[in-house]
């Protein structure tokens, strides 16, 4: 029962804080500085995620060989001007690949 | 009517929601094993649709933690969406009631493949294209993930833990390339939030990211030039020395 609780009190949270962010007057974004803000706001977020999800295990840093060597192929196949499908493939193929051989 | 920047936001946002939606087996099987019945890792799925508050949440369970704080946790993780919706308020012009229905899905995914097109109209494509198919596939995906628990085995075997960050890098990387700020604000949040990991609760160094925004729009202004072209790229170039530590603190 209590489980149920948190499920439903977890999505009207995330939800509200959804909505609260597409309802917020627009007179918040008039200032030049607010607006290029929230415009950072992504790069820095997705960026701290790639970061997090790539390095962190719970709450230790810790250097997962096949998990990194993924995200250089992805990084490789970027600068190679890869399609998008081929990018998350090649990440997702040499971590796989790697773990396989027991790395 | 379709034009070719539209043509590609859609393909962008169908492959994001094929790829990380397939992550919600990895979910559906996490929440099992954390001890969910399948009806409430369909339900989490569906409610709360936001990958990192769900594992963030049944990670509590699993542990045998206290509801209420896990709960609260995962809502708090959740806050970088508020300011998702922010930036994506103007762009996807929704008015009124839609805005209730749009507001559940402006999440990571659906904001990174919309903030990577280059005009307002591929944007709203990418969005939509993005929000119902992860929708779709997302909460698919955490049924039969749930379903399947045990035959799956880790998804970590499939190296699906990597598809969400080179999903996202490939979704920053023309913003990265083609600003000098854009690489100095990410550099700076990914080195806030690794730092940060080993210190505050899962979520919070995500969230206290966003003061690499602020330090760009600091930097902007004391900056001589408005594109920044004179400044050096050092931060760039010197990325985090991290702090390395064995499987557990």
């Known amino acids: 029962m209590t489980v149920w609780i948190a499920v439903v009190a977890t999505g009207l949270g995330c939800y509200a804080l959804k909505l609260a962010g597409l309802v917020a007057p627009r007179r918040v974004l008039a200032d030049p500085r607010v607006r290029r803000f929230s415009e950072l706001v992504p790069v820095a977020l997705l960026t701290a995620l790639v970061a997090v999800q790539t390095l962190a295990h719970g709450r230790a840093v810790v250097l997962d060989g096949p998990r990194l060597a993924g995200l250089a192929a992805a990084v490789i196949s970027l600068l190679l001007r890869a399609p998008f499908l081929i990018v998350l493939l090649a990440a997702a193929v040499v971590t796989a690949g790697l773990r396989a051989f027991g790395l | ?249």
């Open chain 2, 1 to 249: 009517m379709d034009s070719p920047l539209t043509r590609s936001a859609v393909r962008d946002g169908l492959g994001v929601g094929l790829a990380v939606g397939l992550s919600g087996l990895a979910f559906g099987a996490a929440a099992v094993a954390a001890g969910l019945g399948v009806a409430q890792a369909c339900v989490l799925s569906l409610v709360a649709f936001s990958g990192a508050s769900q594992f963030a949440l049944i990670g509590v369970v699993a542990g045998g933690g206290n509801m209420i704080a896990g709960a609260v946790g995962a809502v708090l993780l959740g806050g970088r969406n508020g300011l998702y919706g922010l930036r994506l308020a103007e762009t996807l012009r929704v008015r009124g009631w839609r805005r209730l229905l749009t507001a559940h899905l402006v999440i990571d995914e659906t904001t990174a493949v919309a903030t990577a097109q280059p005009g307002p109209r591929p944007a709203r494509a990418g969005f939509w294209a993005t929000a119902i198919s992860l929708f779709t596939v997302w909460n698919l995906a955490t049924l039969l993930g749930a379903l399947g628990a045990a035959r799956l085995g880790s998804p970590e075997t499939y190296g699906l833990d990597v598809v969400g960050p080179a999903a996202f890098l490939a979704l920053l990387w023309p913003r990265l390339t083609a600003g000098r700020t854009e690489r100095r604000v990410a550099a700076l949040a990914a080195v806030v939030a690794v730092a940060a990991t080993p210190l505050l609760p899962a979520g919070v160094p995500v969230m206290l990211s966003a003061v690499a925004a602020l330090a760009g729009i600091v930097g902007r202004r004391s900056g001589a030039e408005p594109d920044d072209r004179g400044e050096t790229e050092s931060v760039t170039a010197s990325l985090p020395p991290m702090t390395v530590s064995e499987e557990d603190p």
